[in-house]
């Protein structure tokens, strides 16, 4: 079966929002990905909407479960890029989540250095009286704090 646009497809072509919701993501999100070209849905010449196939969904659900790993947008634009010139991405895939799981584990080793920074200002600030701003002071708990290992 074809579609207005000429597109052979199985399941009804379906506009933005109707997509976005079987997909449980905003509108906004299928245009971004639309607009930046990882998905290409054609546009139906009698009312001039986007239409979206099922290999557009296809996409959006391979998008969706990338960046549940962790990939960036970018990083899913070059695994695209290889797959759509018949390469396969699986390297390039292992290399990036490699680079993921690496800045993740760094963002989380400052995160937890944070949380024990945040843990010692909110015991020494209970013990302290609050004092009013002066033309040298804004306040007196975050500029006299200071945190030692």
């Known amino acids: 079966m074809y579609s207005r646009s000429g597109r052979y497809f199985q399941e009804r072509e379906v506009r933005v929002n109707q997509l976005a919701q079987k997909l449980g993501i905003s ?3 299928v245009r971004y990905y639309t607009r930046i070209g ?10 001039g909407y986007k239409e979206y196939g099922e290999k557009e969904e296809h996409r959006l659900r391979f998008i969706q479960s ?3 790993l962790g990939f ?8 695209i890029g290889e797959a759509e010139k018949g390469k396969a991405p699986c390297p390039t895939v292992r290399r990036l989540i490699d680079q993921r799981l ?9 995160t937890i ?3 024990k920074r945040m843990q010692a200002a909110v015991n020494d600030w209970h013990r302290k009286p609050d004092k009013a701003p002066t033309g040298d002071m ?11 290992k």
Do not use: M, W
Request: proline residues 2%; aromatic residues 8%.
């Open 27 to 29: 509108g906004d999100t």
């Open 38 to 47: 990882y998905v290409h849905p054609v546009k139906n010449k009698s009312n």
């Open 66 to 68: 990338a960046r549940q």
């Open 72 to 79: 960036t947008v970018e990083d899913i634009g070059q695994i």
């Open 102 to 110: 690496h800045e993740t584990e760094q963002h989380f080793s400052e």
């Open 113 to 115: 250095a944070l949380r």
């Open 138 to 148: 804004i306040c007196h708990l975050i500029e006299n704090f200071s945190y030692t």
